[in-house]
């Protein structure tokens, strides 16, 4: 069984930045593309980014203007780098593992099979 493990996560003013960081252990999950996904208060959570083994990225929406999904497979480590946060940024962030890389969205949402639980990112003045 795999495990997934989130870190990075805090209380932050706007403008600032953050790096997520997601661990992944047990299950052989380096041919697993890799995904970050976040849930704000009251909303549904929605896909942010992902990227494939090889390298390849995607990002929702207008994601890609400000956060910047890495791997390191030595590491088994993916991450995501936050500039510029906003209050509409405050979410539990989660990332998740999916067996086949896409730039849709929906597929990420409906076919990540492993996921982490979450760390807390807060942007406040």
């Known amino acids: 069984q795999a495990q997934l493990m989130e870190s990075g996560g805090g209380s932050v003013q706007p403008g600032s930045s953050l790096r997520l960081s997601c661990v992944a252990s047990g299950r052989f999950l380096d041919n697993y593309a890799m995904g970050w996904f976040r849930q704000a208060p009251g909303k549904e959570r929605e896909f942010v980014a992902g990227?494939?083994?090889?390298?390849?990225?995607t990002y929702y929406g207008d994601f890609v203007s400000r956060f910047t999904i890495s791997r390191d497979t030595a590491l088994k480590t993916t991450y995501l780098q936050k500039n510029n946060l906003k209050p509409e940024d405050t979410a539990i962030y989660y990332c998740?593992?999916?067996?086949?890389?896409?730039?849709?969205?929906?597929?990420?949402?409906?076919?990540?099979?492993?996921w982490g639980q979450g760390t807390q990112v807060t942007v406040s003045s």
């Open positions: 990227m494939d083994w090889n390298g390849d990225s």
């Open positions: 998740a593992a999916c067996k086949q890389f896409t730039h849709s969205h929906y597929y990420w949402m409906q076919n990540s099979e492993y």
